[in-house]
């Protein structure tokens, strides 16, 4: 919160940028989609796709930071637990991507109406994506040797896996093909988690997408805590 202009105004200015394009100027000549114009619909994923880089880039950035800066050992020669630490950098990426999310609904809701279908699905699944992210951007710290390696992942594997989940489409558009490979992409059941929530709306299961997002919560926390309790890019 200290340096708001840098965490928080970015990703607001992204996304509106991108109602501008895409919703506005683009979204204008599109159809609409799934019973809702296009702006519509891509709002609820433009809101989780800046949830979750949001979430990943505050964990990523600022644990390696530490590590770097070796204020990490100030910690680590202290008694707190590792639980503790790994809960610290979470509930500031949790609180983060959140935040982020609020403001980004609330530009969306300046370019188009938003009707909420379901509070608990649109609330429970950003916290559960932004918690999860979060717990990818710290595994991501833990391993990077520089600053270079913390924008690997969000550059090679995260954008373009956030562009291809279905932010800006729905993949029932697709030929069977690309639709079936798809549904390989975690992401597409986050973004239509959220989309269901808002919309009531969704190309997945949603039983399935909140269990997967739990699932891997679960794995990627213990990896966490595993890697912590060994040390890894912690103990040189």
């Not at 996304?15 to 799934?34: A, E």
């Not at 609820?44 to 949830?51: A, D, F, T, Y």
């Not at 994506?129 to 710290?138: M, R, V, Y």
């Amino acid at each position: 919160l200290r340096i708001w202009m840098q965490t928080l105004v970015p990703p607001v200015i992204t996304m509106t940028l991108y109602f501008l394009i895409f919703g506005t100027m683009i979204g204008s000549r599109i159809g609409p989609v799934s019973g809702y114009n296009y702006m519509q619909y891509i709002a609820p994923g433009l809101i989780m796709m800046s949830v979750i880089t949001s979430s990943y880039a505050n964990v990523c950035f600022s644990f390696y930071a530490t590590r770097f800066q070796h204020s990490i050992e100030e910690i680590l020669v202290s008694p707190t637990p590792n639980v503790l630490i790994l809960s610290g950098y979470l509930a500031a990426g949790v609180l983060r991507g959140l935040l982020v999310g609020t403001l980004v609904t609330c530009i969306a809701l300046f370019f188009t109406k938003l009707h909420m279908h379901s509070w608990f699905l649109t609330i429970t699944s950003a916290f559960l994506a932004s918690l999860l992210f979060s717990l990818l951007g710290f595994l991501n710290a833990l391993f990077a040797r520089n600053f270079d390696d913390t924008s690997i992942v969000p550059t090679f594997v995260l954008t373009p896996l956030t562009y291809l989940g279905g932010v800006f489409y729905s993949v029932s558009l697709l030929p069977s093909f690309w639709r079936e490979l798809s549904y390989a992409n975690p992401i597409l059941y986050i973004v239509n988690a959220f989309r269901d929530g808002v919309l009531g709306v969704s190309d997945v299961n949603i039983y399935f997408a909140f269990g997967m997002m739990t699932f891997f919560i679960a794995l990627a926390l213990g990896a966490n805590l595993y890697f912590l309790e060994k040390g890894t890019g912690l103990r040189t």
